[in-house]
């Protein structure tokens, strides 16, 4: 079982310690991706496809950014309202949300 002062390390530590532990994970994600692109490109340029699939892959890479954006936008605003809704002890907006997270993406 957790102790209860490891639940409050957000309201107590430091804003620039918090800030550099939750971001070294985003930006090593946002890395991650530029890599897959950039070895995408080489393996798509080097194959019989040529400069059309390097084309084709210019193309596409910007919807996938775009479809990332909109998953981080629905996962981070389902956190935030499920963890407010916690707060509040409020479990049927909580169910409500998880529902309405999952479904939008498939519509």
């Given at each position: 079982m957790q102790n209860q002062n490891d639940n409050k390390f957000l309201g107590?530590?430091?804003v620039s310690k918090l800030l550099l532990k939750f971001s070294i994970p985003c930006i090593l994600s946002l890395l991650i991706s530029s890599l897959y692109n950039i070895v995408d490109q080489i393996f798509v340029g080097n194959s019989s496809v040529?400069?059309?699939?390097?084309?084709?892959?210019?193309?596409v890479?910007?919807?996938t950014v775009i479809a990332v954006a909109v998953a981080w936008c629905l996962g981070?605003?389902?956190?935030?309202?499920?963890s407010l809704c916690q707060g509040r002890n409020d479990t049927k907006d909580y169910h409500k949300s998880i529902?309405?997270?999952i479904l939008f993406p498939l519509l």
């Open positions: 107590e530590k430091k040529g400069y059309l699939g390097n084309a084709a892959t210019t193309v890479y910007p919807l981070d605003g389902s956190a935030a309202f499920l529902g309405n997270s």
